[in-house]
């Protein structure tokens, strides 16, 4: 009897550890099913947001860029073809001037005094020559009817001939006279712009030994460059074709604003430096340019078709080369090697590595790389 007591209560505790076991295993699994419902859900990975541009295939211009030096056309020293005092000074220090404009005068009296001298002595010799003319015609008369000797006859031809060059020399010092008096005016020989002033008012100035000024032409204008011989038959090449444009950049000018056309080429290339001295004539109606001025000049040698166009903020730069990102499948990232060609304002041809329609990543380039996922955005519309 004792014994099945025992027994009875035995399996009454084991009981009642189990129901508790239970009941605690339901109360962990609510509590963790409580706390899995009340958690926030897993972000989502970030997606790089990309500007893209299509590659384009287009027509484009070939250059070949240069460094040059403006040169004159013309440039003279102004200096006096008579001598005399400077009476004034008629064109201010670095004034434009067109051609026949009045620059200097020296003092005309002893000019005009000499053409007045030579005026009389030819008015002299006229009346004198008039004088032999009729004596001898009246000799001619006497000589016919046998009153004048053949010598005297002689005599009076020696005399009208003698006064036939007395005149002719006396003119000729009337127009060295006046020729003198016109080289006392200085008169601009050309269109451009005076320099600075070397010879005061009053200076004695003596014949092409006084520096008075200088004049040089500023349109059109000289610009001479030095093409390598390598580029030599390119250059000719497109000549062939017909004449070569050349544009002209100022320091800082990323576009020309100024143009003209090739016109020289010499015919010896310079052996210690490979190059071949080249100029072209370029208008400068504004006067924009300045002789002795450093430009740079682009020569348009051909037109380059169906080439591949993409902007030139999208390229990188590594040890193995330029590269591109280009949008690959799933709208990753996928890095391309390419090989430059030409440009042509903000764009720069591609000669191998992508191909027409790619689409090429053009910012954000320090936050992506090969692989990652990227979101790319809307083309603008090009203006």
């Known amino acids: 009897m004792r014994k099945w007591k025992i027994a009875l209560g035995t399996a009454v505790a084991l009981g009642a550890i189990s129901v508790a076991s239970v009941h605690l295993l339901d109360m962990g699994n609510l509590s963790l099913n409580a706390g899995t419902a009340g958690a926030a859900p897993a972000p989502a990975a970030f997606v790089m947001p990309v500007p893209v541009a299509s590659v384009v295939k287009k027509t484009i211009p070939i250059y070949l860029d240069y460094a040059a030096r403006t040169e004159p056309i013309r440039s003279i020293t102004l200096q006096a073809r008579v001598p005399g005092y400077l009476q004034e000074q008629t064109a201010q220090d670095g004034a434009d001037v067109r051609q026949g404009d009045l620059l200097y005068k020296i003092s005309p009296d002893d000019f005009q005094a000499a053409l007045d001298q030579a005026k009389a002595q030819v008015q002299r010799d006229t009346a004198t020559l008039d004088y032999a003319r009729s004596n001898l015609g009246r000799g001619t008369e006497l000589a016919k009817s046998g009153y004048l000797d053949k010598d005297s006859f002689d005599q009076r031809t020696s005399t009208l001939r003698g006064a036939q060059a007395s005149l002719a020399l006396n003119q000729a010092a009337v127009r060295t006279a006046e020729l003198n008096l016109s080289y006392a005016e200085i008169h601009a020989p050309f269109p451009g712009r005076l320099g600075r002033n070397q010879a005061s008012v009053g200076t004695l100035v003596s014949v092409a030994g006084t520096v008075l000024n200088t004049l040089v032409q500023l349109d059109p204008i000289y610009v001479t460059f030095n093409p390598s011989e390598t580029d030599l038959a390119q250059i000719e090449e497109a000549r062939a074709a017909g004449p070569i444009e050349v544009e002209i950049l100022l320091p800082g000018e990323t576009e020309a604003h100024q143009k003209g056309e090739l016109t ?78 030409p440009t042509s304002g903000d764009m720069v041809a591609i000669l191998s590595g992508v191909a027409e329609g790619d689409q090429v990543i053009t910012g954000n380039l320090q936050k992506i790389g090969p692989g990652m996922p990227i979101s790319p955005l809307p083309q603008k519309p090009a203006t």
């Open 264 to 341: 020289f080429i010499d015919n010896t290339i310079d052996h210690s430096t490979g190059t071949i001295t080249a100029r072209a004539t370029i208008g400068n109606a504004k006067f924009t340019l300045l002789p002795g001025q450093y430009v740079r000049v682009r020569l348009h040698v051909k037109q380059q078709p169906d080439a591949l166009m993409v902007p030139q903020v999208a390229l990188g730069s590594s040890q193995l080369g330029k590269y591109l990102y280009v949008v690959g499948k799933g709208n990753t990232v996928d890095q391309r090697l390419v090989s430059l060609g």
